[in-house]
Every structure is written in C-alpha cells, then in structure tokens.
C-alpha cells in the first residue's frame, strides 16, 4: 500500500493536471457536486477577510437562456465593454506566449493560418459557452477597486483548481467579461457589482481534438528575482 500523498504533492498534480476545458459533454453537475465546488472556492482568502466575490450560476434553462441572449446580443450587433480594461497591448515573451497557445488552439481544429472565418468561428465558440451545462459569472463590489478584483482572482484560481479535483472542466473566459453590463441586465445585478471574470464549467469532452493540447509554463526563475 503505497503512502499518502503530501500536501504539496497533492497541490503539484493538481496545477499540473489542470487545464482550460474548450468543449463540454451535455450531461449536468449535480447540484451537490457544484455545491462542494463553490465551498471549497468560498475559502479564498482576501484583503481584511472582505470576501469581495458574488457568484451567479446557471443550470439547466437558466444556461440556456444565457446562451441564447448572448449570442443573439451579440448577433444584433450591439458593443461590448469590460468593467475592468483589458490588456492595451502585449509585447515581448506576453505575446510570444500568446501566440503559442493560439496556434496550440487552432491547429487542435484544424484552422490554418489566414483562416478569418475560421478563427471568427472559433472565438464565437466563447458565446456559445463551448456547449457547457453550466457558468459562473464572478463579480465584486465597485468600491473596492482593483483590489477587489485581484481577491475575485484568488477566487478564480481556487475554483479552478477546486474544479480539477472534483474531476469537471472549466474555461475562464476574459470574453464573457467583455459584456459586463449585458450580463448586469441579463441577471438583474446591481450597478454596485464590477464583472471580473466568467467560468464555463462542467464534464470535459475528453475525446473532442480541442481538449488535446496543453499550455506550457516558464521556469520559475524567469519570473523571479533574487537580492
């Protein structure tokens, strides 16, 4: 009988392990199941112990009609905006690792290079929540600024990771963020949240070529600095 993994041990193979899910089987979470997942994400820590994080999830017709609304929001032509700014630009090592995932992504689905449309579809594929039963729309409070946001980041991390462990596929998406105030009329928020992130989340088709790929990682030194 082989001896209990360490702790670190555990929280090794679970960053190693997991991934950005891009297409969902159809069958749902049951109810207990997204119940541990937001449990254990609820013992994030954050800054004074605020908890800036509110959570809306959906399942079964309340997926559906996001779907269907923004896709059709979206269809109609209508602006997006995020609550946070995205990016201004990426330079350097950013982009070059930026662009290494993309070609990971499309040549999983057999997009060439120059292919607009194809590219086009692949991106709406973020509106179509990759087919999942389920999302989680993370929101803080306006007044707590930035900081709110990186505490709803912690969130994030520990849902996805929360997430891995319970055996379920997840997809952060910075897309669905990009229409923040659809999102606050869609589900009656008040104007006080700030959207940050959304998550779809659910069984990971395992056989479909989009889930094949992994994202590589810098060597630690790279990003750090010693005095």
Known sequence: MSAPAEPHETLQRLLAERWTCRQFLPEPVP???????????QRTPSWCNTQPWHVVVTEGEGTERLRTSLLAHLRAGNPGGPD???PAQYTGAYQERRRECGKQLYASVGV??????????QMMRN????????VAIIT????????????????LNTFLLAAQSL???AAPQAALAGYSGFLRDHFGLPETRRVVVGVSFGYPDLAHPVNGFRTSRADAGSAVTWH
């Open 167 to 169: 055996g379920l596929g």
């Open 84 to 86: 946070f700014p995205f």
């Open 140 to 155: 803080t409070e306006a007044d707590l600024g930035v900081y709110g946001a990186i505490d709803c980041g912690l969130y």
């Open 112 to 121: 060439e290079r120059g292919d607009h449309e194809g590219a086009a579809r």
């Open 31 to 41: 109810r207990h199941t997204t119940e541990r997942l937001l449990d254990l994400a």
């Open 127 to 134: 509106f179509e929540l990759f087919d999942a039963p389920h």
